[in-house]
């Protein structure tokens, strides 16, 4: 399986349908074992930061970059809500409606995560200009 946007959007959907609260290490962890990353394909940098961090830590990963920005983009469709008081701390837990989603079959769930998605960022770049 490709890892893509919507498929690590749909792994990420999938490691917090427990409806409980995790956070961004663990969802991550989770995230690599949904795609069976081997220990190489986890501790892959993007080189282009590479040549900025003299200390490789786990945040500094392709996969946990790949998580993080699905996190930010499914927060932003309302498929993730935030542990009260901790805004963008890395705690936070699926919705109503990322519950809903999940209950649909796969197909069905790419086209909307894909549609959401794609609405929020068409708004978000039409209010840049």
Known sequence: MERNDINISI??????????YHTITATTLSVGK???LTKSEMNEIYYS??????????SNKK????VQLAVTKL?????LKDFHGTKNKGIF???NKGSILLT???SEIKKIVNS???????KRKSTKN
């Open 104 to 106: 649909k079959n796969p």
């Open 116 to 122: 959401e998605l794609k609405k929020y960022y068409k």
């Open 49 to 58: 930061r590479k040549s900025n961090v003299k200390d490789y830590t786990f």
């Open 11 to 20: 792994a990420l959907l999938d490691s917090l349908k427990n409806a409980e």
């Open 34 to 36: 949904y795609f069976h």
């Open 63 to 66: 996969i946990y970059t790949q």
């Open 93 to 95: 837990a699926i919705t």
């Open 75 to 79: 927060r932003k469709a309302k498929f």
